[in-house]
């Protein structure tokens, strides 16, 4: 089309029509049509030519070699996560247990992570690969192919790959393409200028394939690109290092060593210069460098990211420190289970620095206590029988648990009866200071925990922290605090709990009702709200009813009336495993007999009958009637109507909600 009319139609149409290319040419040809498009100044175009040109690099890639693992020794049933026999497969923190250069090229890689995690593959499924002794070496020679628009017969793989590396050879092709992506065109598109997977692909097709000439070919430009700040510049490089990495798997030690002695100093000056904008770019990176990759492939890499990320000397800036922490979380994501060692050197680690002052740094820390708690969890296959105790998630949570008890104990006994919120007390203001931040700290980890589905690991640990849950809200000044305790709340309230944990977590929960702060009791009965109907079917129903009919009991009003909403949807949905009992309970209750009108105030006993009365006729749900006393005194009217027997034979009452108005209701 050679019209000068570029209209929306026509622009849709050239972007469609390379699809069809696809299925029409030969290899070659459309490999020669999609490489002089990576130059293309239309941003569409140039998106559908890179992920044409990672397809086609993909199709002209020599297969790797892959195995079966011989199995020999190791039994058919084995326990889930680290064993001896895949620890060889594990992130080593001794380097003396490192495979050395010369073992190198012998090793027989496994990059998948769920492999020999809680079973060995068959030895028909190829997933080991071969040493790299023995991978076939790709061809990167060029040879003659036919000029674009004369389809030839040739489409060999070292053809297309001639392709590829004549356009990027050329000096001018390469830095054309290198402009036009470092440019903020994402932005155009409204979704940011983020890291672009196709892109880094693009990369690794190309360190895959054309092994040390394609690093030849992007080292100047990938170190321009590196000392240019600019967001654009900085996720193409982040781009370009991500494939190079992830290119360079097959890669024989000695190449595989000259590649980090250039990388590695390049990565440490630029990940120092790293700004807020580009930070997601470079965890973006080393998302792809680590995923589904055999840790022993990238030591050196992830050596770099490991280092101590926190200073006790405070002299580096809050943001340097979140940098350090992102990238450093994020490898140990992908890594999972096989980074058991730097995650639980990484618990012991951050101890000192739970209290830390920067509120962007402690997020970190609680993403990192999730992601190290999470890799060293193991599943319980049977959930009638807890977990087995995991010695470092034990520690950490009692260490924790000592640290903030004695806050949760002078907010609970500072708590006035009037009411009133007080702050912490027993304390120097400093420590009291540091104290509120470790709070801040592990209640977002409880938040990312429950919040991010990894909720089995720290579920034994649930019932040590609820009390402080329901204790830290009462500090009137810390708005931060008072969110993230409701965020933990409202999460762990919705767990469903297996039957291992049931006693436990409402055994806190009863003994938490019995606090001497109302505020306490109350944030009780509205954890037990939730938790009852989550967990419907192993409630203890008889000690949930003992303890909400004390709360119908209780000094406070608010308690007693978020209490008669519990036992309301209690007796609604069969809870109560005898309504009638406690019906005659109440109807005891309202026979009692009042001390003389001037000596006596609202007894608490006559305040019960009402409000447990009311639990009953809320949504006028039909209860089985019993002999109510209807004996009442002039000043607590109560409107009661007898009403004909119901479809199941039983006679019935209703309160009507006329009730409502009442200044004694």
Known sequence: NNNNNHNTNNTNLRCLSPTYLVYLMQPVAVAQYFVRNLKNESLGMRNFAIAAVDNILTFAKTPAVKQGHDAAGVPDVVPYGPRPDNQGHCFRMDPSQRPSAEDYDQIRFIDKNYCAWNAWPPKNIKLVYAPIAEQPVPVVELEPVSPLGEIGPDSSVAAINGVVLEFFQDQASFETFVQLCSQDAHDEDDVGDSFDDASAEVFKGLTRNLRTAALDIMKPQLERLCGDTRAASQRLAAEMVAGIVRGAKHWPAVEVNAMWDWLIPLLRETLAKVTNES??????????????????????????????????????????????????????????????????????????????????????????????????????????????????????????????????????????????????????????????????????????????????????????????????????????????????????????????????????????????????????????????????????????????????????????????????????????????????????????????????????????????????????????????????????????????????????????????????Y
């Open 279 to 664: 930070i997601l770019n470079w965890a973006s990176a080393v998302r792809f460098c680590v995923y589904d990759k055999d840790p022993r492939r990238i030591y050196r890499l992830l050596d770099v990211l490991f280092e101590p990320p926190l200073r006790s000397d405070h002299q580096d800036s809050s943001f340097a420190q979140h940098r350090r922490l992102q990238l450093l979380h994020t490898a140990l994501e992908e890594l999972s289970w096989r980074g058991n060692e730097p995650v639980v050197a990484l618990l012991e680690y951050l101890k000192p620095f739970l209290g830390h002052p920067y509120k962007l740094v402690r997020e970190k820390i609680a993403r990192c206590l999730y992601v190290a708690v999470r890799g060293v969890w193991v599943p319980n296959v049977r959930h009638d029988v807890p977990p087995a105790e995991i010695p470092e998630v034990t520690s950490f949570c009692k260490f924790v648990g000592q640290e903030l008890s004695q806050l949760g104990r002078d907010v609970v006994a500072s708590t006035t009866e009037d009411g009133a919120t007080a702050e912490t007390s027993g304390h120097g203001e400093e420590e009291s200071t540091a104290l509120l931040r470790k709070a801040k700290t592990v209640l977002a980890w409880v938040v990312t925990t429950f919040h991010d589905g990894s909720s089995p690991a720290l579920l034994p640990q649930l019932a040590a922290f609820l009390p402080l849950l329901f204790a830290l809200p009462e500090l009137s000044e810390e708005r931060e605090l008072q969110t993230l305790c409701k965020q933990a709340l409202s999460l762990t309230s919705q767990i469903i709990l297996p039957p291992w944990a049931v006693d436990a977590v409402f055994s806190a929960l009863f003994e938490s009702a019995q606090s001497p702060s109302w505020h306490v009791r109350r944030r009780v009965l509205q954890f037990t709200q939730v938790a009852m109907f989550r967990n419907y079917f192993s409630v203890p129903a008889d000690r949930l009813t003992s303890v909400l009919v004390g709360c119908l009991e209780d000094e406070q009003i608010e308690v007693r009336e978020l209490a008669r909403q519990t036992i309301s949807g209690a007796v609604r949905c069969g809870l109560l495993p005898d309504p009638k009992q406690v019906l005659d309970q109440f109807a005891q209750l309202a026979a009692a007999k009042l001390p003389p009108k001037k000596a006596r105030s609202l007894p608490v006993t006559a305040e019960t009958k009402k409000v447990g009365l009311g639990a009953f006729r809320a949504y006028f749900v039909a209860v089985p009637c019993v002999a109510v006393c209807c004996r009442t005194f002039s000043w607590c009217p109560v409107f009661v109507s007898v009403c004909p027997k119901s479809r199941n034979e039983h006679p019935c009452f209703f309160f009507f909600p006329q009730l409502s108005h009442l200044p004694w």
